[in-house]
């Protein structure tokens, strides 16, 4: 009988030592493998470059991924402004860092003020993100009294959203009886000619070749309008040549929508070529709707297309 306990002791005391061995080999294998990766700290990201943030991330073995894009007036294009682990943060190696990088400040075109109310031109300026900043007034006889005269910067700059745009508005015929310059430009030179010897002005007509205007019409002049004459001013027009010519072309421009996010987008597309620059379509249309446009075009044309009031690209009419 004893014997008997003594071999069911042994059995139960193996069983006993291969449990706990099992326990313990366990327990140390699963140790091993969470204690596998070591914890590092987060680096401070903010005000890196991409290059600079991916050797920091990958010096800490923590892995980048690149989350978004967003407009900043106050960081260069390419530089960290936000990131998720947050610096100083402890986490495993090869935790994916996100980070929102800068586009840099919004650029937008100036539009054509010139012509227009002051009313218009504020709603203007507006529309695309831009503020009306100093409004001075000047005497003309060409303009109606509230009406632009010019701008600066000029129109067609680019400059960064929400800048001011500063005006010279029409304060109607000079008060003093002053005579002012009359805008010649699109006229016969030979009317032109003939007003300022009526005037008692010396004049001169200078003629060029340009694609600005046809045979026999002024392009330019100096003075320019609404400047004060006196009677010793001089006044110099640019008459175009025979071998002038403002011959249009008729060329087709079409656009698609670019595909980036689902929501629809404001498209603004604006003509440049020798004549100036007009709005050939504004209105809001959904990812890769194609747009077509019927032009006629003066020597070398290039559209300016803006999304969401952004200046995405400028693309050659051909």
């Known amino acids: 009988m004893k014997k008997v306990f003594l071999i069911i002791f042994e059995i139960v ?17 699963m140790t091993s493998f969470v204690s596998e990766k070591g914890e590092v ?14 050797e920091a991330l990958s010096q800490s073995k923590l892995a980048l991924l690149k989350e ?9 294009t390419g530089i960290v402004i936000r990131q998720s682990p947050q610096a100083g943060m402890n986490v495993k190696e090869g935790k994916i860092v996100r980070i ?8 937008v075109y100036v539009p054509n003020l010139v012509g227009d109310s002051i009313r218009s031109a504020t709603i203007s300026l507006r529309s695309v993100g831009l503020i009306l900043g100093e409004v001075l007034k000047k005497s003309s006889i060409n303009y109606e009294e509230g009406i632009v005269l010019g701008q600066d910067p000029i129109a067609g ?12 508005i029409s304060d109607g015929k000079p008060k003093d009886g002053s005579s002012l310059m009359i805008d010649w430009v699109g006229k016969l030179g030979t009317e032109a000619k003939q007003w300022a010897i009526e005037n008692g002005y010396a004049v001169d007509i200078i003629s060029a070749r340009t694609n600005l205007a046809n045979p026999e019409y002024i392009f330019n002049q100096y003075p320019k309008p609404d400047d004060k004459l006196v009677q010793a001013s001089k006044i110099v027009f640019y008459v ?10 008729d060329k087709t421009f079409t656009y698609t929508v670019p595909t980036v996010g689902n929501a629809s987008k404001r498209i603004r597309l604006i003509l440049s070529d020798d004549r100036g620059e007009k709005d050939i379509f504004n209105g809001v249309r959904k990812s890769e709707t194609v747009i077509t446009i019927p032009l006629k ?3 070398k044309a ?5 999304v969401n009031n952004v200046s995405i690209e400028n693309i050659e009419v051909k």
């Not at 313990?24 to 294998?29: A, D, E, L, T, W």
């Not at 967003?70 to 260069?76: A, G, H, M, Y």
């Not at 175009?240 to 072309?249: F, G, H």
């Open 13 to 29: 005391l193996v069983i006993a030592l291969l449990g706990a061995t099992g326990y313990y080999s366990f327990n140390k294998i």
């Open 41 to 54: 700290i987060v680096p401070d990201l903010q005000g890196k470059s991409l290059i600079d943030s991916l």
């Open 68 to 76: 978004g894009s967003e407009f900043n007036q106050d960081v260069p």
């Open 100 to 107: 929102t990088v800068s586009q840099g400040g919004e650029i």
């Open 157 to 168: 700059s680019t400059v960064d959203k929400e800048a001011t745009i500063n005006v010279v």
């Open 240 to 249: 175009a040549n025979e071998r002038s010519s403002l011959v249009q072309e």
């Open 297 to 299: 075009v003066q020597g």
């Open 302 to 306: 290039t559209v300016k297309v803006f």
